[in-house]
Every structure is written in C-alpha cells, then in structure tokens.
C-alpha cells in the first residue's frame, strides 16, 4: 500500500509496525503525518483487512465535539473529544476529509484571526 498516496497533501513524519502485544508480530501500521500548522495525526491500517482509522489532532478547535455535528465527513466519525477527532476511513474516503478538514481548520483560524484583530 502507496501511504505517499493516501496521505498526498502532507508531511509524512513516520512510520511504525504495531504489535497488540510486544513481542508479537503487528497487526496494524501506523504512518504519522502533519498539515502545515494545522493539524496532525496517524493513519492506522489493520493488516487483515486493511480498515483505516484517521487520528487528527489540532489546537485550533478547542473541542471537536462542539463541532462535528455541523462537519460533513465522507468516513464516518469514531470518536471526538478535546483536540482529537478519529474517523474510520477507506481508500476512497481518506484524501476527501484530509481536504475538507484542511479546508475547515483554515476557514476557522482566518476567521479567529479576524476576530482577534477587530477587538484591538
């Protein structure tokens, strides 16, 4: 599997093979990645089925969970809480919500900056 593909339009940080436990061959591949300053995370692929978790971590939502209700998603939200937010993913799915959450995260923080600037 092509993760430069996958991933396209980020920063690939790293790579790793993970084991449910240590000493026991890995079930999963996680590969690290981050979008310029606006979010970060791991794309977690199960070798038996090749089922994707996205991980997106960021500091611009305070709280996904206020959030998610009004994001339309192409995979399907796992979890959210604080900076965090999981989606289960597919190889169809996964570039369109890496655009739609970048596209997102930089409407937000342009109109927090806007925000900042109008109250000085």
């Known amino acids: ?12 940080t790293g790579q790793s093979e993970v084991p ?3 000493g ?9 990645y981050k979008k310029d300053d606006l979010f970060y995370g791991k794309l977690h692929v199960r070798k038996l089925n090749n089922a994707m978790y996205l991980s997106v971590i960021s500091k611009i939502p305070f709280n996904w969970k206020q959030l998610v209700g009004d994001m339309k998603f192409s995979g399907t ?17 996964l570039a369109q919500d890496l655009a739609y959450i970048e596209k997102y995260l930089t409407d937000m923080k342009n109109k927090d900056a806007k925000s900042k600037e109008a109250k000085k």
Do not use: C, H, Q
């Open 1 to 12: 599997m092509n993760y430069d593909d996958l991933l396209k339009g980020t920063e690939i």
């Open 24 to 32: 026991e061959p890995p079930f999963a591949t996680e590969i690290y």
């Open 77 to 93: 939200m796992v979890d959210s809480a604080g900076g965090l937010l999981w989606l289960k993913e597919n190889d169809k799915t």
């Open 20 to 22: 449910p436990r240590p």
